[in-house]
């Protein structure tokens, strides 16, 4: 083998990684669009009870990460806009480490964080 075959071939693996890192981020993503529409079906309709009764549900999504469920969480309060929904409830990410309450699925449990549809914070000056 010469010098040149070993730099073409370093060249042809680092073109091949690089394809299959653009290909798994892809499928990341669609697979992230898929978990959000759930987690938006899902919240739209616990939504009422939640504004009814006043007590914390959880929307219940798989979730990888605590960035992903950041992501979802926007995402699902966005939609919840578009519904009129977000002067009653909210959706919130509840973390073990920042919050007194505990976990009300078995991800929190196991993970330390969970997304939560509660009903939404009013400003204490009104």
Do not use: C, Y
Not at 49 to 58: D, G, I
Request: charged share 30%.
């Amino acid at each position: 083998m010469t010098n040149g075959d070993s730099v073409l071939n370093k060249q042809q693996r680092k073109k091949v990684r690089r394809k299959e890192r653009k290909q798994s981020e892809r499928q990341a993503h669609r697979n992230l669009d898929a978990i959000t529409g759930d987690a938006i079906q899902a919240a739209l309709q616990i939504a009422s009870a939640v504004a009814t009764t006043h007590n914390a549900a959880v929307i219940d999504v798989e979730l990888a990460s605590v960035s992903e469920a950041k992501f979802v969480r926007k995402r699902v309060n966005d939609a919840l806009s578009i519904g009129e929904w977000l002067d009653e409830v909210q959706v919130v990410l509840w973390q073990v480490d920042e919050h007194w309450s505990a976990p009300l699925s078995a991800q929190g449990n196991s993970d330390g964080f969970e997304l939560r549809i509660e009903r939404a914070r009013r400003d204490p000056a009104h």
